[in-house]
């Protein structure tokens, strides 16, 4: 079966948000001296948390792209924990009044790309394109 445009557009998103995420971490690394410099407090952690993220993203949409049952699983769990922690950072972390003002905006977006996402990774036609191996070497369309 070959794999449908929608999967290949979704997975190429969540290598984007993969991409994304080890980018900011990047930046951040190279422009700590300066962020140290106007006085920006930034935690280490932040860092890591953006590496962490890239990499699981990055591995859900090889998942994806390969059509295993294992990618589509591991994107299920990490998109929504993804913008949990998101929005978990801009309430707690961001003081930036600027930011602070696009609260409400940050929850419906959240909310939405979560729901399609859940929606379109547990369609019938999606979940079939997924093989699972079984131990006789047979394959399991879902």
């Known amino acids: 079966m070959k794999r449908s445009t929608g ?3 979704f997975a190429l998103w969540v290598f984007a948000l993969g991409g994304y995420s080890l980018a900011r971490a990047w930046v951040l690394l190279h ?9 920006a407090s930034i935690s280490p952690l932040v860092i890591a948390w953006s590496v962490l993220w890239g990499v699981g993203l990055i591995v859900a949409g090889v998942g994806l792209w390969l059509r295993r049952e294992w990618g589509r699983r591991l994107a299920l769990v990490c998109i929504p924990l993804y913008y949990l922690c998101g929005l978990i950072n801009q309430f707690v972390f961001v003081r930036s009044e600027f930011w602070r003002d696009r609260d409400v ?9 979560n729901a399609f996402a859940l929606w379109f990774l547990s369609r019938r036609n999606i979940r079939r394109q997924f093989k699972k191996t079984m131990r006789e070497g047979h394959t399991d369309d879902r």
């Open 7 to 9: 999967l290949t557009c």
């Open 31 to 39: 422009q700590w001296a300066v962020l140290v410099e106007v006085g």
């Open 105 to 113: 905006a940050m929850v419906v977006t959240a909310i939405a790309v």
